[in-house]
């Protein structure tokens, strides 16, 4: 009986996810310019560490193929950990659309993670082919772990990205409990984290005092440090230190959820409905 009310359980929110997907090509049009903005993003930081690399063999500690390999895998990470579909819950408050999720047999947070993993899918398939395309064009040299295990603490690392990241978007979703305008202090986030998370270029380029402090952020964590992993750059200690601060910090995001969720539900009033 148990293991009937999981499996109808998974069968729910597997659904959830397969709608949340074939909604994601719903509007063609900015979806294929969302692509075309990802291959733009690329193809200048490779040509620009391309034209760096011409007349050095290293740059910031990092050889071309160490640099190449950190542009193609924080590409990757970047989308699989900062795609979410949390967007739409401040809008889902706002609108009084809450009371249609909380009188439904789903759990609000589960739900949302099932279209937020179906748009990763989505973007981590895209991105492949696309990196695949330039990789072929620009024929970068690369650099390969040399331990099978540096696989799999990346995907372990890149998994608590996502969980931190999907809980710092919820916080900004259920914002939305008291006030409409949750669209400027998201801005300012996304805004900092794409600088500070090492989308663009690997952060170890700062000053050793700017990368400490951004080390006590959840910036970092996002997409700096799996991608640092996967390169085999940092030491034991330091890779069992990012880990704890992941956690750290989707332990404190988690507690923030629970607390806004908790408050804001009090004071809900299904305003719109």
Known sequence: MENKLLLNSLKKYWIVAKVSWINGFTYLTSFVMFR??????VVVAFSLWEAIF???ITAFGYTSAQMFTYIFAASIIGYVVT???TIDVAGVIHSGDLSLYLVKPLNFFLFWFSRDVADKLQNVIFS????????????PTLYIPTHISTIFLTLFTVGGAMVMFFLINTMFGLLGFWTPDVWAPRFLFYTIMFFTAGSFFPLDIFP????QALSYTPFPYVIFFPTKVLLEQLSSVEVVRGILFTGMWVGLCGLGVFTMWKK???SYEAEGR
């Open 128 to 139: 492949a082919i696309e990196l695949a395309v330039l990789f072929f064009i620009f024929h």
């Open 54 to 56: 011409a007349s050095t």
């Open 83 to 85: 795609s979410s579909r």
């Open 208 to 211: 050793n005092s700017i990368v």
């Open 36 to 41: 075309v903005r990802q291959i733009i993003q």
């Open 264 to 266: 804001g539900v009090h």
